[in-house]
């Protein structure tokens, strides 16, 4: 066995860069929520072609993800890195997982704030809730817990450290302890109206809370603020062109384009977890836009009436299906058999 390892090939230190690179891209992609860069091509609106991006320079500006539909930048490396394009779009100025001195002062206000309107509801953070045999799950360490008159809940404050499989595991054993949970987001300066680029998990807290997350900022105390992701549109500007190989003149443009991933926010007024939330059952569904499916979940979720247009949610449902439909492969169409004749017609 110890042979093997040492006759094993070692990585060279630029096999060690490329490897480095590589995983770089897809941690990326996954934040990003769209692998449509990794292979180093994007649409160069200027040349109105695909352009790697080792040809490209910029003064191909600008760039598109054709996946995505959204504005990629190109990026020419002087280190041993390969060129490549990475998207263009803001994210939310989230807590990142390396921010822990935030992350507890997040979790200290929300704790001495539900204790100061439920002295009784027995409030604390980072309390192991034991293993349980019996329902077979394993101990979990909630963020804050405790109780709200009878109601006991688990309040989780998600950074990007933690995975969607992980969200969904911890989700998971809370429900079969009947716990219900409320995952929040917590900020470091206020969102604003720009559209942004979730994170793939906000996405899927998205899609867990029935089209709402819920951000959180210093000050809010038990206080969060619920927002929606709403559709946002980028403007295909209006171009002429000659066609060389067409050898016609050609136009495009002049329209506005749904992005796919990038959304607009579309916030309700703050509400407080301690009366405008209810135990609510999650069953089981896929979205119709992620190949991940949500499980049963026992949810503590808002008592809001939905707040905003749902008419241009489906209205972009409909277009991303159809943009995302099988294409047909192009059948040539019998001609009906010449005329008996047909020699002597054509002479």
């Known amino acids: 066995m110890n042979e093997e390892k040492n006759n094993a090939r070692r990585l060279t230190p630029e096999e060690k860069k490329a490897l480095q690179f590589e995983r770089e891209q897809l941690r990326h992609a996954e934040e990003a929520g769209c692998s449509g860069l990794i292979g180093g091509w994007a649409f160069s609106v200027r040349q109105k072609r695909d352009m790697d991006a080792d040809e490209a320079t910029h003064d191909d500006d600008p760039f598109i993800c054709k996946s995505c539909r959204s504005d990629a930048i190109l990026r ?25 001195e935030l992350h ?41 817990s405790g109780r709200i008159g009878n109601q006991r809940i688990a309040i989780e404050a998600q950074v990007s450290s933690l995975s969607i499989p992980k969200i969904i595991k911890r989700s998971a054993v809370y429900t079969k302890r009947n716990i219900p949970l409320v995952w929040l987001v917590p900020l470091k300066e206020d969102l604003g109206s720009e559209p942004f680029r979730p994170r793939l998990y906000e ?25 929606h992701y709403g559709v946002a549109f980028r403007h295909i500007p209006f171009a002429e062109w000659y066609d060389k190989e067409a050898e016609e003149e050609r136009e495009a443009g002049g329209y506005e384009k749904a992005y796919k991933v990038i959304k607009s926010p579309v916030p309700s007024a703050k509400i407080d977890i301690t009366t405008q939330f209810r135990l609510q059952h999650r069953p089981e569904f896929r979205p119709w836009n992620e190949r991940r499916t949500v499980p049963p979940l026992l949810l503590w979720k808002d008592i809001l009436q939905d707040w905003w247009d749902k008419s241009e949610d489906e209205a972009f449902r409909k277009r991303f299906k159809e943009d995302n439909l099988p294409k047909e492969k192009h059948k040539k169409q019998k001609l009906p058999p010449p005329p008996m004749d047909w020699r002597y017609e054509r002479w």
């Open 76 to 100: 020419k490396c002087t280190d041993d890195r390969r060129d490549h394009y990475a998207h263009h779009a803001r994210l939310s100025p989230v807590v990142e997982a390396e921010e822990t």
């Open 104 to 144: 507890k002062g997040c979790l200290a206000e929300i704790c001495d704030a539900l204790k100061q309107k439920f002295p009784d509801g027995n409030w604390g953070m980072n309390r192991p809730i034991p293993a349980n045999e019996k329902l077979g799950v394993g101990e979990v360490v909630p963020d804050v």
């Open 203 to 227: 996405r899927y807290l998205h899609m867990m809370y029935f089209g709402r997350v819920y951000y959180w900022l210093p000050g809010f105390g038990t206080m969060l603020q619920p927002v």
